[in-house]
């Protein structure tokens, strides 16, 4: 089965710090990987996806995050985090062709001022 | 808005009752998934939907609950003498049967069992 795993589960960062948060999936064939970010009550929103191609994908609010293959892993970067960034972000997978999303545990993080 | 929509927002149910949710996909979407998320974990599929047809479901999803779909537009889920371990907010999403698409959530629901 797949899993994903997220390691950090609890990260704070001071406004204007750079932002890198971990994400490993164990599937070895065709993958589509998603970053969902959740702020505080509101629902799950995409923040950028991959499914084949440049392996470096930006997404809104100036996010990106890179695929590498080779590391089964797709982190996602900021250069520079603000306060309203604040929030739950969770990384999921699905097989390519397939329906089902398979998510991480999430990482809460914590811009403060 | 017309996002994923889903109804309540919160239930509050004694252990032993029977709930049921509503979930209304975004409207031109075929495909509706159901997810279960308790504290502290990402959400987890619970079944998924195309048009009307149920075509997976998840070994989490146990004789008590059930999910239909039955004109292809919303979808239900009902959870059958409720215990305390099915307290859990529940996830609806929904989309296009596109390769490179996403899955649009709703708000979810939250299931309190006392």
């Known amino acids: 089965a797949q899993s994903v795993s997220q390691h950090n589960h609890h990260v704070i960062l001071s406004e204007a710090a750079s932002l890198e948060l971990g994400c490993n999936y164990s599937?070895?064939?065709?993958?589509?990987l998603f970053w969902y970010v959740q702020y505080p009550g509101q629902h799950l929103q995409l923040l950028l996806k991959y499914f084949s191609g440049d392996p470096l994908v930006k997404g809104i609010k100036g996010f990106e995050a890179e695929f590498i293959k080779s590391k089964f892993s797709f982190n996602l970067r900021k250069p520079s985090v603000q306060w309203s960034d604040t929030a739950e972000y969770f990384c999921?997978?699905?097989?390519?062709?397939?329906?089902?999303?398979?998510f991480g545990t999430g990482t809460q993080l914590k811009v403060e001022l | 808005d017309t996002g994923v929509s889903q109804d309540p927002r919160h239930k509050i149910t004694k252990r032993g009752q029977n709930v049921t949710f509503r979930c209304d996909p975004i409207?031109?979407?075929?495909?509706l998934y159901w997810y279960r998320q308790t504290l502290g974990q990402g959400p987890e599929f619970l079944t998924y939907f195309q048009n009307e047809a149920q075509l997976e479901k998840s070994r989490l999803l146990s004789d008590r609950f059930s999910a239909e779909r039955p004109k292809g537009s919303f979808s239900t889920l009902e959870i059958q003498r409720t215990e305390q371990g099915d307290s859990a907010m529940y996830l609806c999403a929904s989309s296009i049967n596109r390769e490179g698409t996403e899955a649009f959530f709703g708000q979810g629901t939250r299931l309190t069992v006392v």
């Open positions: 599937y070895g064939g065709t993958v589509n």
């Open positions: 409207s031109e979407h075929n495909r």
């Open positions: 999921a997978s699905r097989t390519g062709g397939g329906n089902k999303l398979t």
